[in-house]
């Protein structure tokens, strides 16, 4: 079990910073070599162009958006021209490859290379089409002591079809993986931590995607409609020892979401589990209040069941929540000031490590500081390093799973799955993460120092 901690007042902020710089010059130290990698530095170069000119960014971004809709590679050239047609300065690697779609055997070339470009980039972020097919990666990635999650693309369904379509995927999900995972080969520090066995299984499920019912001004109706499908997808977890965590979506349905999860799991019947977990977000300006909600929630639930898991992000929503609230004259609720979110995200991380055994605590984040952090202040804290996971995205957090990994942690890549139509809104967002000015992957890229990369917020 976890020893006790001191109170908080009692860790010593001098000792954390200088146990986090020393954790994250290890860390950099051990990532691989990008040049190794040429495909990853093409990508790179990509990702760099689109940083460089907001206008770019903004016709690649809607370029993105319509592919899956495309009928035909004639098609998807005539909208990527027609897109970066309305960019001022097309860079010139682009502006060639538009004058030769004046031809239909251009267009037809155009189109072609547009469409692998494009899938190129999704399969750096989606591992498979189905859970089965994705088996090889997730086993690639245990035996180079990675741990993984399985995300089943697909958000805010619109019909009742669709939800069931999509249960029966987490449902499958939950079943191939628990199956292959029980003949891999014993990695201890994947699989358990002071509080008991970690399951290898491990699904993550969105509630938009589970009912198409889901409207802030009416609650319950998307609550119970999402439960139907929820209760049993924790039963077949609870059977096959599976752990499944709740994705959060955009605030409107936060509430909901919270409301739903912490109804569900105090039900009788998923008293003694199964694994399960949720997510916070430190971008909203009220996550401290959430969060003591969890926590206080956590500590009164039966010791049987075991810790809920929480897994700490900053929030993949950011533009969409400061547009939205601004178009209809809202209070912004997420910071607006990166600083300020780097530092509530590392005062939410200290909050939640001292809750101790109560919970589970996963931070979810590449930046090497906040990643740094946690790890630092559960040391000082009393904590053993077994007792705090840290997960990335695949994709985007490949080198710090690896650094992670080779330094002993715990770690889980979050892996998506599931056809390139679904995975549209996914890769939309990882792009917008990925060339955003304030994003510490930006930042690195750009090949800030390790002192930079490391300053506190
Ligand atoms: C395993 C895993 C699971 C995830 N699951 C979820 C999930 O369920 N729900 C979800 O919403 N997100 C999820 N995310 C995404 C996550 O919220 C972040 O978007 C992403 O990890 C980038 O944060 P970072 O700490 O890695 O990078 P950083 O570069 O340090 O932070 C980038 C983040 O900072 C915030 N930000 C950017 N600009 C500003 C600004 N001007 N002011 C204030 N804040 C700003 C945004 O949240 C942005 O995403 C997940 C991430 C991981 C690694």
Redesign the pocket.
Known sequence: MTTARPAPDAVDPEAVESELQRVGRELAAAFPSSSRQPLRAFDARAMELATGDQELRAALFRFVDVVPACRSLDDLAHHLTGFLGEVGETPPPLAAAMRISHTRAGRAALGAAAAGGVRHLAHRFIVGESPQSALPTFRRLWNGGVAS?VDLLGEATVTQSEADRYAARCNDAIAVLSRATAGWPTRPRLEADGSGPVPRANV?AKVSALTPLLAPEAPRRGQDDAARRMRPLLRAAHEAGAHLHI???SLDSREAVLDLVLELLSEDEFAAGPSSGL?L?A?LRDSPDQTERIVAWARQRSAAAPPLTV?L??????DHELVQARQHGWEVP?????A???RN?EALSRRLLDAGSSLRVAI????LR?VAHAIAYNRVSGGEDVDLEL???RG??DDLAHALAARGFRV?A?CPVGDLVAGMAYLV?RLL?NT?N?????AQAQGASVQELLAAP
């Open positions: 999650s993550c994705d959060m979506e997510v977000q971008y897994r992000v900053k929030g993949a929503y950011w997420v910071f607006e000031d990166k300020d979110c780097d995200f979810g984040s590449h930046n906040s997960q990335v995205l985007l957090g889980r979050y967002r993460e955003s304030e994003s510490f992957l930006s």
